[in-house]
């Protein structure tokens, strides 16, 4: 079944960059990945949208990441990543890879167990 494997969080400074990436485990032959995306859950509030991306490329930003992040995809590699540069404290989160998926004809919304990225000095 398929299954979202996040990489890339830790700890940055402030100004600092991070890559994460995500990968959508499954075959390619009965498993369509549609819009793909990234959310963000800080402590004591609730997940919210960072960036999105659709099948065919078109993206998404929150105002608050905007300039600052870029999402991409390689659908060939079924995989999502977010390039955040000029990284604030109020970055800090936990973020998880979410992707809409058709398998076996059946639509499905999955996400990532999460990864964290904490910017501090």
């Known amino acids: 079944q398929v299954q979202l494997v996040e990489s890339g969080g830790g700890l940055v400074q402030p100004g600092g960059s991070l890559r994460l990436s995500c990968a959508a485990s499954?075959?390619?032959?009965?498993?369509?990945?549609?819009?793909m995306g990234w959310y963000r859950q800080a402590p004591g509030k609730e997940r919210e949208l960072v960036a999105t991306?659709?099948?065919?490329?078109?993206?998404n930003y929150a105002d608050s990441v905007k300039g600052r992040f870029t999402i991409s995809r390689v659908n060939a590699k079924n995989s999502v990543y977010l390039q955040m540069n000029s990284l604030k404290p109020e970055d800090t989160a936990v973020y998880y890879c979410n992707a809409a998926i058709t398998i076996y004809g059946d639509y499905g919304d999955y996400w990532g167990q999460g990864t964290q990225v904490t910017v501090s000095s």
């Open positions: 991306i659709s099948s065919g490329g078109n993206t």
């Open positions: 499954g075959s390619k032959f009965s498993m369509s990945i549609n819009a």
